[in-house]
């Protein structure tokens, strides 16, 4: 079942609002936990919840046939919840997209099929989503939207390839990004770069 659950300050003009979408098996309540980490006090915070605990069944590289109507379907409620802050007044360029492992993923793609001015981005261990990366896919410019790409260089979900070329293809569509990347092997989201976000994005 899907759901959305709302923590933070209230939705309205003039304020900041994240979307926070977690990774596969995982929860809204689980990404929401960021919030002990990340400067987000100020914000309102948005996460959806995956059916099932996954946005799409397969690896994000899958044969894009494969991961759909899940795809398709979860696209759909992430523009639902942008939507719904749109509705509430809050400035696009207030909106921030923020997402471990899948929902790294899924930010990145939502963000780069809607291209503005954003907040920012924050794709914790993720890239743009198919086999091959569709460049008709992506249309708008980003204006400097701030984005940071980060992950480990031997993650075995998440290829540093594909990462870079997230990195190329997000630039040329105006944002400004910072691809961090790490030496170790984990899967997992670092104090390094919760520091670069709470600096260089959030600060």
Known sequence: MNKLINEGQ????????AIMIHGRGASAESILSLKSYLKLDDFA???PQAAGGTWYPYSFMAPD???QPALSNSLQQIND??????QEGVLASDIYLIGFSQGACLSLEFASR??????GVVAFTGGLIGEQINTDNYQGDFEDTPVLIS???QDTHVPLERMKESESLLKKNGADVKLLTFADSAHTIRQEEIDWVNQHILG
Do not use: T
């Open 151 to 153: 992950g480990s260089q």
């Open 81 to 86: 919840a942008f939507d719904s802050l749109i």
């Open 65 to 67: 046939h494969s991961n």
């Open 45 to 47: 915070l948005i996460a």
């Open 114 to 119: 809607n291209a503005q001015k954003l907040g």
């Open 10 to 17: 209230k939705p309205q003009k003039g304020k900041k609002a």
